[in-house]
């Protein structure tokens, strides 16, 4: 037998019985750091803590947070007049100039205007203002041949708009042209669009000037 550390070590492992290895684990067990890599979980009074001070804060918020209302929160919030209309709905008028520019203003122009020889104008216009029955059927059916507006002669044609807008936004854009560039004229109303448009059924050739004449004197 040699004395060498080596065969020394070799020797006591050969020696060590399962007993003995046991308690060695133990001892190592034992000698382990009771928070595992540093973590712990929170004390189970910390959590519990927390989670109700979440919910009675909630419960207290809904009772006395009067929804974060500027009138109580913001020292320069102004309360409204009573009576006052918070969001005024759109007028006719005001639904018909949407219509208007995008459809009719590409030729009659945003200004009412028209352009001569062309197009002929709104604004000041006779027909725009006289019998809704004629504008109504324009509008629905087109329009085609010579006609004078404010004096001017016009030889053009204008297309049939029945097809798409609906009856009330017909409505809508006659009830602005009628009211608008200081034109002056009652409102034109969506049910008298569609009784026009239920009496004269099918019409596929655009109206002239002289056939509605003879129409809504
Ligand atoms: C593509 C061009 C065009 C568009 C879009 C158009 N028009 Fe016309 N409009 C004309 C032309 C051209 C005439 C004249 C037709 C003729 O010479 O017979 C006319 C005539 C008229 C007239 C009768 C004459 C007058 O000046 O008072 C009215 C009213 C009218 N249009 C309203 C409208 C309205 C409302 C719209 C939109 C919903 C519209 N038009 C869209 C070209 C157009």
């Known amino acids: 037998m040699s004395s060498s550390p080596d065969k020394n070590y070799r020797f006591e492992q ?3 019985s399962d007993d003995s290895i046991q308690q060695a684990h133990a001892q190592l067990q034992k000698q382990k750091p009771d928070k595992a890599n540093g973590y712990s979980f929170l004390p189970l009074g910390i959590l519990g803590l927390m989670c109700s001070s979440v919910f009675f804060g909630s419960i207290y918020l809904a009772h006395y947070s009067v929804r974060f209302d500027p009138l109580v929160t913001n020292e320069h919030a102004k309360r409204e007049k009573p009576g006052a209309v918070v969001a005024a709905a759109a007028t006719p008028a005001q639904l018909g100039k949407k219509v208007f520019t995008s459809i009719c203003a590409t030729c009659h122009q945003l200004t009412g205007q028209g352009v001569p020889g062309a197009f002929p104008p709104l604004a000041g216009s006779e027909w725009v203002q006289g019998s809704e029955e004629r504008i109504i059927r324009i ?4 329009l085609n041949g010579p006609i004078t507006v ?3 002669e016009f030889n053009n044609a204008m297309a049939s708009l029945g097809g798409v ?3 009330e936004q017909i409505a809508n854009v006659l009830t602005y042209v009628r009211q608008e560039w200081g034109n002056k004229a009652p409102e034109v109303k969506a049910e008298t669009v569609a009784r026009i448009r239920g009496e004269v059924g099918n019409h596929p050739a655009p109206w002239t000037a002289a056939e509605l004449l003879k129409i809504g004197q």
């Open 139 to 142: 509008v629905l059916h087109g």
């Open 150 to 152: 404010e004096g001017k």
């Open 14 to 16: 050969a020696g060590a």
């Open 165 to 167: 807008l609906k009856d």
